[in-house]
């Protein structure tokens, strides 16, 4: 049997390949979120609004002390923490991962939560109390429509509806699917 077909069945070490790509896609993603929070902080300050595809997106920066939505707003050492725990479980999580989707799943995951990790440790008022960058709205320049969001948001959907399909498709993160483990079981 050849090192990838112990691999793929069952065996416990993470293919290199998918270890690589879910660092370089959570890299991506956190690289992008800090550098589009650097540019949106530098020019869009003052309340203005870029207005973008005939006004589909408008581009404005805001702060989010609350997660998604602006739920659990105030409550920022407590999301600082979860969003901690978030990465920690991932890293743990990536040591059994052999799987392509799964990697770019984690991987957008752990990039946008890092992303938005650090402007909770970092930015004002305070480590672990500070407030996220917001800028991207949908149809109104003010969130009305659609609550302001930023990168490391998108990420995080992205990856949390690509583990979704995966799961539906049974796919688990060591890439074997749920008819291969039905056939474990049987002895087949």
């Known amino acids: 049997m050849s090192s990838q077909a112990a691999s793929s069945a069952g065996g416990s070490a993470p293919h290199p390949r998918r ?11 956190l690289g992008l979120d800090l550098v589009s929070k650097v540019l949106v902080a530098a020019n869009l300050g003052d ?9 589909a997106i408008y581009l404005r920066e805001t702060r989010n002390s609350g997660a998604a939505f602006s739920v659990g707003t105030g409550a920022t050492v407590v999301l600082t923490l979860v969003a901690l725990a978030v990465v920690a479980l991932i890293l743990r999580t ?3 991962m052999r799987s392509i989707g799964w990697a770019v799943s984690l991987g957008l995951i752990l990039g946008g939560a890092l992303g938005n990790l650090v402007d909770r440790i970092l930015r004002e008022p305070g480590i ?12 109104a320049n003010d969130g009305h429509v659609w609550p302001i969001f930023n990168l490391a948001d998108s990420a995080i959907v992205c990856g949390a509806v690509l583990s ?7 796919v688990d993160i060591d890439g ?3 008819q291969v483990r039905r056939g474990e079981h049987r002895g087949d």
């Open 19 to 29: 270890i690589g790509l879910f660092v370089v896609v959570a890299a991506v993603a």
């Open 164 to 170: 979704g399909v995966l799961a539906l498709r049974g």
């Open 47 to 55: 309340d203005r609004a870029v207005r973008v595809l005939g006004g």
């Open 94 to 96: 990536a040591g059994r």
């Open 128 to 139: 672990g109390r500070g407030h996220v960058v917001d800028w991207i709205s949908l149809f």
């Open 176 to 178: 074997r699917g749920t």
